[in-house]
T-cell receptor
Framework: DVKVTQSSRYLVKRTGEKVFLECVQD?????MFWYRQDPGLGLRLIYF???????EKGDIPEGYSVSREKKERFSLILESASTNQTSMYLC????????????FGQGTRLTVV | RKEVEQDPGPFNVPEGATVAFNCTYS??????FFWYRQDCRKEPKLLMS???SGNEDGRFTAQLNRASQYISLLIRDSKLSDSATYLC??????????????FGAGTRLAVHP
């Protein structure tokens, strides 16, 4: 069965902390994505990666960075967390060709206080 | 202008009703299209892909109009279990061999007895 696993369901962090959100997929997918989801705004793409060590900025990359050292793992890093980064973060993966389904992790609800 | 725009909703319909959702996209080079469903506090999951000729899956029919850059989803004979948020998704990637999935903000459907 297809599996995308995010390391935490809920996180509470303080302003200024460095935060790591981890995502692992077991489907050998080339593409991995990080989105954040906010009420009324839907899912917004932060970063995506189409291969190991390759990354592309999405629509809202400011304040975030990513790391993909291994094919199965894609990490989202908040260098210095701020309250406006309080959100639901969703990781997804998909195979490397078009017309393919993306599979999502269960999401991480991050609260920055 | 957002890359993918959907009817704002919410749609409140009785069981058995037919309901239609619309979506427009701004990038004429978009290659593939999908509808995802997201239940409350859950991750999005693929409902169906959208093909140029239109496609049907049981009570669900998806249509694509490339000339108008318009996608639709029709649900016939609505069930209580259809209550969810429906997300229009466009793939703007793979010119570089990767997928870049852009999500609309979603349309919420509530089916009542």
């Amino acid at each position: 069965d297809v599996k995308v696993t995010q390391s935490s369901r809920y996180l509470v962090k303080r302003t200024g902390e460095k935060v790591f959100l981890e995502c692992v997929q077991d489907m050998d997918h080339e593409n991995m994505f990080w989105y954040r989801q906010d009420p009324g705004l839907g899912l917004r793409l932060i970063y995506f990666s189409y291969d190991v060590k390759m990354k592309e900025k999405g629509d809202i990359p400011e304040g975030y960075s990513v790391s993909r050292e291994k094919k199965e793992r894609f990490s989202l890093i908040l260098e210095s967390a701020s309250t406006n980064q309080t959100s639901m973060y969703l990781c997804a993966s998909s195979p490397g060709h078009k017309n393919t389904e993306a599979f999502f992790g269960q999401g991480t609800r991050l609260t920055v206080v | 202008r957002k890359e993918v725009e959907q009817d704002p909703g919410p749609f409140n319909v009785p069981e058995g009703a037919t309901v239609a959702f619309n979506c427009t996209y701004s990038n004429s080079a978009s290659q593939s299209f999908f509808w995802y469903r997201q239940d409350c506090r859950k991750e999005p999951k693929l409902l169906m892909s959208v093909y140029s000729s239109g496609n049907e899956d049981g009570r669900f029919t998806a249509q694509l109009n490339r000339a108008s850059q318009y996608i639709s989803l029709l649900i016939r004979d609505s069930k209580l279990s259809d209550s969810a948020t429906y997300l229009c998704v466009v793939n703007n990637g793979f010119s570089g061999g990767y997928n870049k999935l852009i999500f609309g903000a979603g349309t919420r459907l509530a089916v009542h007895p």
